[in-house]
Nanobody, 119 residues
Framework: QLQASGGGLVQPGGSLRLSCAAS????????MRWYRQGPGKQRELVAQ???????TYADSVKGRFAISRDNAKNTAFLQMNSLKPEDTAVYYC???????????????WGQGTQVTVSS
């Protein structure tokens, strides 16, 4: 239900823009998040964006990454600038959303998209 895209191979200092689109019978989407899991590391929260526009970033990406959303398209974006080798990871999107005909929100995950930063 969540489709992430935009990963790839980029040189240090480069940029990438990730997208994550939700599809299906969606009533509402609350918080949108991006996580990442590097080689041999635990999954960590990179950025999150609430419906009210409040953003939170991991210290390691502050000033370099920006999360945004297009509510009309049920899509989240992660603009990643000044990429470093340590940003290499599989990036996952995560939405809290409510499906039509359901009363409560659930957490949904995208399939992950690989980002490799290397010269």
């Amino acid at each position: 239900q969540l489709q992430a895209s935009g990963g790839g191979l980029v040189q240090p200092g480069g940029s990438l823009r990730l997208s994550c689109a939700a599809s299906g019978s969606i009533a509402s989407i609350n918080t949108m998040r991006w996580y990442r899991q590097g080689p041999g590391k635990q999954r960590e929260l990179v950025a999150q964006l609430s419906t009210g526009g409040t953003t939170t970033y991991a210290d390691s990406v502050k000033g370099r990454f920006a999360i945004s959303r297009d509510n009309a398209k049920n899509t989240a974006f992660l603009q990643m600038n000044s990429l470093k080798p340590e940003d290499t990871a599989v990036y996952y999107c995560n939405f809290n959303l409510r499906e039509l005909l359901l009363k409560f929100e659930s957490s949904y995950w995208g399939q992950g998209t690989q980002v490799t930063v290397s010269s």
